[in-house]
């Protein structure tokens, strides 16, 4: 593992901290200590704000309440890793008031968190908010605050081969800038924690805009959030395979406030699998019918509905990954990690359940990319809609896999054919 730490030339932001070892597996929900008050700053005004029980300064800085799911779920996924390998080194590249290093401090219990934010007009609110945990002294320093451009400060780290088990890569609209300096100071089998804000280009609006971000030829598609997933998750596979990596992720979200596309990636070494994962999806502008292609099938492709290709009735997108959004079996453990801590039991406990859950559905291998608005299909039958949940168990009885779409509310995941679904809701609407 890469954690060779040579004497830094600052003393400040790349010191190593040796690894912990935690022996309780099942940790008590995370307590938040709030004796520690922030420094009195008279002409300061306060925007006090309270996540999961840990009350934060925003002040100023960029902030989003609704962001609060991302953070858990990153937090989540901090904590698994930190209990599964005994040490939490975070980079918080792009960290706003500090919230995120907070609670990856606090509820994840990482070691270290390097807090960075090029405003360096952030610093006194990301100062008050952080020095609730005790910061520690030397080579046992809980956390650092720096004010570097991201990209110059991960090429700093890089070249002081000072590497990170987590780096949050928080950024804006599509800049896929940082998206190599993460790569060359996440450690190997560390996590990515990416982020995309750029609702135009996921929604075909720029074509060009994502093959200069991602590699990827986007155009319009009735379920262009999942796109937006999908673009980020392809741009970061196209990155890391140019430095030997490979990526698979965890989990992936998509929060319509911004909108804003975030995925977890775990970082390894090796190659892409045979393209499996990395390919093209059609779109038919005729049926509404999506499918996958690989590399090799790019010159024959045609929808079902149009066998001679007359029409042209398709839209190709990609390169994109194809593969599952998140990981099941992390998944699982994230939900009972949540359970345990009590994150699910109450008020927007329970969204956090929901959106487990389905994410955790999602996740099945044979489902294929997309989802399917119920008002599409039922536009094409002509029909009322049927219950979603009867439509779903007449799928499953006829051997499909199937599930909600944790982006849309009123729509499906399903390997079914358009054409079967079709069939499938006109002959519930038949049997009313
Ligand atoms: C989306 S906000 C971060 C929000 C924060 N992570 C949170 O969860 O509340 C993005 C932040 O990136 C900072 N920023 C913008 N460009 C940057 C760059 N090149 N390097 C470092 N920080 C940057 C901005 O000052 C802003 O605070
Ligand atoms: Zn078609």
Redesign the pocket.
């Known amino acids: 593992m890469f954690s060779l730490s040579p004497k830094p030339l600052s003393p400040s932001p790349f010191l190593h901290l040796p690894h912990k070892t935690h022996k309780n597996l099942y940790p008590k929900p995370p307590q938040f200590n709030h004796n520690n008050s922030p420094p009195n700053d008279p002409i300061h005004k306060p925007n006090h704000h309270t996540e999961r029980g840990i009350e934060f300064d925003?002040g100023e800085?960029?902030?989003?309440s609704e962001?609060a799911t991302?953070?858990d779920l990153g937090v989540l996924a901090a904590a698994l890793y930190r209990m599964s390998t005994g040490g939490l080194r975070v980079l918080?590249?792009?960290?706003?008031?500090g919230?995120?290093s907070l609670r990856y401090l606090v509820e994840a219990e990482a070691d270290f968190v390097l807090a960075?934010?090029?405003?360096d007009e952030?610093r006194r609110v990301i100062l008050s908010n952080m020095w609730r945990v005790p910061r520690g002294l030397g080579g046992e320093k809980r956390w650092t605050v720096t004010h570097?451009?991201?990209?110059r400060?991960m090429a700093e780290c890089y070249l002081q081969r000072d590497f990170f088990d987590l780096i949050?890569v928080?950024?804006?609209g599509s800049d896929s800038t940082f998206l190599r300096s993460a790569l060359n100071v996440v450690k190997l089998g560390g996590l990515l924690y990416v982020?995309c804000?750029d609702g135009f280009t996921s929604g075909g609006r720029r074509p060009y805009h994502s093959v200069a971000s991602y590699g990827a030829y986007v155009c319009h598609v009735p379920y262009s959030n999942e796109i937006g997933l999908r673009m980020l998750i392809g741009g970061v596979v196209r990155e890391a395979s140019v430095l030997g990596y490979r990526v698979t992720p965890l989990f992936s979200h998509y929060s319509f406030h911004g909108p804003v596309f975030r995925v977890m990636l775990r970082v390894n070494r090796g190659k892409l699998h045979n393209d499996r994962h990395y390919g093209f999806i059609g779109y038919c502008t005729r049926c509404g019918h999506s499918q996958t292609f690989s590399w090799d099938k790019l010159g024959g492709i045609n929808c079902p509905c149009d066998k001679e290709n007359v029409l042209g009735s398709l839209n190709v997108l990609g390169p994109l990954w194809t593969g599952p959004l998140h990981d099941t079996t992390h998944m699982t453990e994230m939900l009972k990690l949540a359970e345990q801590w009590r994150w699910t039991s109450s008020g927007t406990g329970l969204n956090l359940e929901m959106l487990l859950k389905r994410m955790i559905d999602e996740s099945d291998p044979e489902l294929p990319p997309g989802y399917i608005k119920l008002a599409e299909i039922t536009r094409v039958a002509k029909v009322n809609c049927p219950p979603i949940k009867t439509i779903m168990s007449t799928m499953h009885k006829e051997g499909y896999a199937v599930c909600r779409s944790h982006i849309v509310s009123n729509a499906i995941k399903t390997n079914c054919p358009m054409a079967t679904c079709v069939r499938i809701v006109k002959e519930l609407d038949g049997a009313q």
């Not at 918080?92 to 008031?97: E, F, P, Q, R, V």
């Not at 960075?116 to 405003?119: I, P, S």
């Not at 570097?148 to 990209?151: M, P």
């Open positions: 925003a800085s960029f902030f989003r962001s991302g953070r918080d590249a792009l960290c706003g008031c919230i995120r960075n934010d090029a405003n952030c570097f451009d991201a990209n400060l949050d928080d950024s804006f982020t804000t």
